[in-house]
């Protein structure tokens, strides 16, 4: 089975802009969460989304938003981007919800906001 | 608020001695636990897990032991090898099921040859 895809694997963006991620998880699974890391922060939750549905949501503002198509392919949407925003973008896929089992990640996207 | 605290920010081991990494967690509705191990330029991969029925899992190289009194978990491996020098996070379930995982902060394990 092919992994969990991500695109871009980089990008640099300045401030204000907005950005989209994308995420492709491994064939069959419903269950695609988000996730931000940075230095010293580990890798916080941004929101899960399972059959099209956000499911469960971490305490980050609304300026970050996600959506899940019917092929179960992910998007995430940051807006006005800030400076803070910088870090590596996770995504996993699982076959269930996310807090059933072990998740499978995909390499990221290394977002830099100059 | 981290409701899963990894104290050590990076740990240095001869390989083939044993690595413990220590995790610590907060919140006694935790009841799955797993660990993850990144290498860079990668996403984490799943290691070992251990429900809180449980006091210890093993896999191979790898043990996980479960101490809920103290709220405390700690990963075993033994002996430690040259490859498993990566960023070992430990993460955290809340009973039910049906509930986001809470990671760590991540220890960078170095096993020097």
């Known amino acids: 089975k092919a992994g969990v895809t991500q695109t871009p694997r980089y990008l640099i963006k300045t401030r204000g802009q907005q950005v989209t991620l994308s995420c492709s998880p491994i064939?069959?699974?419903?269950?695609v969460s988000w996730y931000q890391q940075t230095p010293g922060q580990g890798l916080q939750f941004l929101f899960e989304?399972?059959?099209?549905?956000?499911?469960n949501k971490g305490n980050f503002p609304g300026r970050f938003s996600g959506r899940q198509f019917s092929n179960s392919r992910s998007e995430m949407n940051v807006s006005t981007l800030e400076l803070g925003d910088s870090a590596l973008y996770l995504c996993?896929?699982?076959?269930?919800?996310?807090?059933?089992?072990?998740?499978?990640f995909g390499p990221g996207t290394r977002l830099t906001v100059t | 608020d981290q409701q899963v605290k990894q104290n050590s920010p990076s740990l240095s081991v001869q390989e083939g001695r044993i690595s413990i990494l220590n995790c610590d967690y907060t919140?006694?509705?935790?009841?799955?636990f797993l660990w993850y191990k990144k290498y860079p330029a990668e996403g984490p991969t799943f290691l070992i897990s251990?429900?809180?029925?449980?006091d210890k899992n093993e896999d191979g190289r790898f043990t996980v032991f479960l101490n809920k009194s103290a709220k405390h978990l700690s990963l075993h491996i033994v002996p430690s090898q040259p490859g498993d020098s990566a960023v070992y996070f430990c993460?955290?379930?809340?009973?039910?099921?049906?509930?986001?995982?809470?990671f760590g902060t991540g220890t960078k394990l170095q096993v020097i040859p």
């Open positions: 251990i429900s809180s029925i449980k």
């Open positions: 064939s069959g699974h419903r269950s």
């Open positions: 996993a896929s699982s076959s269930g919800l996310a807090g059933t089992g072990e998740q499978y």
């Open positions: 989304y399972f059959s099209e549905t956000q499911r």
């Open positions: 919140n006694s509705m935790f009841d799955y």
């Open positions: 993460a955290a379930r809340l009973s039910g099921g049906y509930q986001k995982v809470t």
